[in-house]
């Protein structure tokens, strides 16, 4: 509205605060033509598609460089800096601004596949229910712009755009259904787009939407009218003609803006959106954690950019200057493995409350897998070409409950000393190792099945590659030739040393061969077999018929059940539950058939006879049941039978969860036609309620403790 001067100003109701875990921004409501706004090269779901400011390598045609960003200033009349809420950044010339904003539309399209609907649709039948968020960005040319024959500039030297921060997609595919391009909203539009003629450019945004808008007016009344089927541009747009739009207008600590508008969709990063790549969301996720810690004061401005991947490396304090790619490499890498796996108390305070995560004693192995794969994907910024994040799913929950600190030890020193040095040699295969072999496709993360793993033999055959985990990789490094392995981990970095080459092969010996690695070579030289640890013998077990119901003793299956104390028959394992009793009968040491009680099958109390209560005793349920006897005591069970006796068990528990949901929607039925107002009382409700909590608490501890009980995964 306008003040009593004329002045146009906003009202308190059109500005929204949008908290982050990196600050505060204020933005504003407004109502945006549907042609406006620009996708943002630095969008974190196309980040994978930039050669990063962190890799410390060259250039490449394959990858371009984006310009660092920062935080828009002015000078005041008083001679002082002031930060205002915009960002800005220098790029060499126009053209290149131009390729950029090119390239990030068309990293975008490569991802529609991720989306379960054709957006582009959507937006022409449906129009934009969710609104976008906009920062402004100048864009200042280094190359002074070309003259025309009258001497004036052809083009601005600098460029203003309102960057899509949220709603980069439904941005490129507004401006495809105007028949604009995004560069061309950013650097000027040409005329024959706007009801004109020729490739003459209108930059000021005002002309040129105002010739815009008339011609698509005109076009609109000339096509009739609305038909979803037209392939008028102009009715295509009549969804999206006019958008809401959330402009970035403020914040409280506007030096941090870029970060600050990059988490503004956090949430997105934990929970991602199907658009986001593995390396994408592994990486928005890490950012997220990291900017975090700057809002909590717990690391410093510079160094989140760097671990960011928005500075290069050298940027950080006390890095050497003889410091070559693979040190510059390591120094970011393991900088990023302790900020994701803190041993600093209030840094792992932050990261469970970032990632929604457990408390340290209950991290999970999904948790942990997750950190691992952020790590992973934000380390690869720094080399030419991303990898499969899963590479980095190499951590035991239980070794990294209290963070992971490895040494200070620079990296040049590590490889001179791992001959003889085991913590050196280990440093090198726990930290190093997996990164190094996937940066040159000599390992992958394992894809679940041979189909598809394919590699190519010596000679240039098609060979079926070998289903390995990269845990099995890492220990047949540490199990086989340590000569042989060391001497791979020095031709690795001197590879990354010398322009990213193709490494060499080398001999049990430790000598450069001629061949370059490959995962063939890898996998002969280091063999799958030498990866695993020894098995741990099995427990003797006892075969155990199980018969139908009425069949007798007709096995319907065979089971490997541990015998239990002489002259008791052993506890059953159930199958599926289907809602029929399973009748069984086990050999007793007489050899005479025994009946046997089958763990799972409800008995008459179970089932609801008359004084049975509904629920177990809140003490016996926090106190996990029946007590066992400690092995080793006379007539205890043996740790197999207490395994056999878990799996039975974890197996129950997916069928009572599933016959509860069953019992509550077909009470759920039964009251709707009975028109009953409600079914529990308000203490049967209560201690139902009460025990679910206590039960997923002792759930949620089960798979850690059961894999810390397991042999290694291959």
Avoid: C
Avoid at 226 to 253: C, F, I, N, Q, Y
Avoid at 349 to 364: A, K, N
Avoid at 382 to 405: L, T
Avoid at 621 to 645: M, N
Wanted: net charge negative; hydrophobic share 40%; glycine share 8%.
């Amino acid at each position: 509205m306008a003040d009593s001067a004329g002045r146009r100003r906003l009202t308190e109701s059109a500005l929204r605060r949008i908290v982050t875990e990196a600050g505060d921004m204020t933005a504003v409501a407004v109502r945006m033509h549907g042609v406006g706004g620009v996708v943002w090269e630095n969008n974190e779901r196309i980040s994978s598609a930039w050669h990063s400011p962190a890799d410390p390598s060259e250039v490449t045609e394959e990858r371009r460089a984006l310009p660092q960003v920062h935080a828009w200033t002015r000078t005041d009349p008083g001679g002082k800096q002031q930060v205002l809420a915009a960002l800005r950044s220098s790029v060499a010339s126009r053209a290149e601004l131009i390729a950029d904003v090119d390239l990030a539309a068309e990293a975008l399209g490569k991802r529609v596949g991720h989306r379960p609907y054709d957006l582009n649709q959507d937006l022409v039948l449906n129009g934009q229910l969710e609104p976008g968020l906009f920062v402004a960005q100048q864009f200042h040319l280094i190359e002074a712009p070309t003259e025309g024959d009258d001497g004036r500039p052809l083009h601005p030297s600098e460029h203003w755009g309102w960057m899509a921060v949220r709603g980069n997609n439904r941005t490129k595919e507004r401006q495809e259904i105007f028949g604009v391009r995004s560069a061309e909203v950013l650097t000027g539009v040409p005329m024959k787009k706007l009801g004109g003629e020729g490739e003459e450019l209108v930059f000021e945004p005002h002309d040129w939407l105002t010739r815009l808008s008339e011609t698509l007016n005109d076009e609109y009344a000339a096509a009739g009218g609305w038909d979803p089927e037209s392939p008028s541009r102009a009715v295509r747009a009549v969804k999206v003609a006019v958008v809401e739009a959330h402009l970035v207008v403020g914040s409280s600590t506007p030096h941090r803006l870029y970060r600050i508008v990059q988490m503004s969709n956090r949430r997105d990063h934990v929970h991602p959106p199907l658009e986001f790549t593995q390396n994408d969301r592994g990486r928005a996720l890490a950012r997220s954690v990291l900017g975090a810690y700057v809002a909590a004061s717990l690391l410093d401005e510079k160094t989140a950019e760097v671990l960011s991947g928005s500075a290069p490396v050298t940027d950080l304090p006390g890095v050497p200057g003889d410091a070559s790619v693979s040190e510059l490499r390591d120094l970011r890498s393991m900088m990023l493995l302790r900020e994701l796996f803190p041993a600093d108390r209030a840094k792992r305070f932050v990261i469970r409350r970032v990632l929604s995560e457990s408390p340290p004693s209950q991290l999970s192995a999904m948790e942990v897998n997750r950190r691992a794969r952020a790590w992973s994907a934000l380390t690869s910024e720094s080399y030419p070409k991303a990898w499969n994040p899963r590479i980095g799913e190499m951590f035991q929950a239980s070794d990294v409950r209290d963070g992971i600190n490895p040494s200070d030890r620079p990296l040049r020193t590590l490889l001179a000393d791992a001959d003889a040095d085991d913590h050196a040699f280990e440093e090198l295969v726990s930290y190093r190792a997996a990164h190094w072999l996937a940066a040159f496709g000599i390992i992958d993360a394992d894809r679940g099945s041979l189909t598809g793993q394919k590699s190519d033999e010596d000679d240039g055959t098609e060979a079926t590659r070998v289903r390995r985990t990269v845990r099995n990789a890492l220990n047949a490094l540490r199990n086989n030739n340590r000569t042989q392995a060391v001497a791979v981990l020095r031709e690795l970095a001197r590879a990354m040393d010398q322009g990213d080459r193709k490494p060499r092969r080398v001999s049990s010996s430790g000598d450069l061969l001629v061949e370059s690695m490959n995962r063939t070579w890898f996998n002969r030289e280091f063999p799958k077999a030498t990866g695993k640890r020894p098995n741990k013998p099995k427990p003797p077990s006892a075969s155990v018929a199980m018969a139908a119901p009425g069949a007798g003793a007709a096995p319907l299956s065979r089971l490997n059940v541990s015998a239990g104390p002489a002259g008791q028959p052993p506890a059953l394992p159930l199958g599926r539950a289907t809602g029929t009793a399973v009748s069984s009968v086990v050999a007793a040491p007489q050899g005479d058939p025994v009946p046997a009680s089958v763990p799972g099958v409800p008995s008459p109390r179970e089932q609801g006879e008359p004084g049975a209560s509904s629920t177990q005793n809140s003490d016996d349920a926090e106190q996990g049941g029946a007590q066992l006897s400690s092995p080793g005591t006379a007539g205890a069970p043996s740790l197999g039978q207490w395994a056999d006796e878990l799996a039975v068990r974890v197996g129950r528990l997916l069928d009572e969860s599933r016959l509860a949901k069953q019992v509550i929607d077909q009470m759920t039925d039964r009251a709707r036609e009975e028109e009953v107002p409600f079914v529990f009382s308000r203490g049967q409700a209560d201690a139902i309620a009460r025990d679910v909590p206590r039960a997923l608490r002792a759930l949620r501890e089960l798979p850690e403790l059961v894999e810390s009980l397991a042999e290694p995964a291959d």
